[in-house]
């Protein structure tokens, strides 16, 4: 993989609770905008915005999993900047609200 796409996923991963816009990344990468963005989907297979939502939705589960932070309090510890956009994508990559998937049973 592309080491300047590896530094940026390091980047994301490293920053989950910050906005992270792909303007800002493409800049870290010091490539253009269209670029990056060709480059990142090429090397990743999705688009910059598709794969940071993942990765915060993946690090809320994680965190969800937990008995101590609040829905809300995940919301923002992940980067969101609303509870309705966090709930939104949450319920469209797992298919469950926060809320139903903080009550499941814990495997």
Do not use: W
Request: aromatic share 12%; glycine share 6%; net charge positive.
């Amino acid at each position: 993989m592309d080491r300047r796409i590896l530094d940026i996923i390091a980047f994301i991963d490293n920053s989950l609770d910050k906005h992270i816009s792909p303007e800002k990344a493409a800049r870290k990468a010091h490539l253009s905008y269209g670029h990056f963005a060709a480059l990142f989907r090429k090397e990743t297979g999705k688009r910059f915005g598709e794969y940071l939502r993942e990765k915060r939705i993946a690090r809320a589960q994680s965190l969800l999993r937990n008995p101590g932070p609040e829905i809300k309090e995940v919301c923002f510890l992940t980067g969101y900047r609303s509870i309705h956009g966090f709930y939104h994508d949450f319920k469209k990559i797992t298919g469950r609200t926060p809320a139903q998937f903080k009550k499941q049973p814990k495997s």
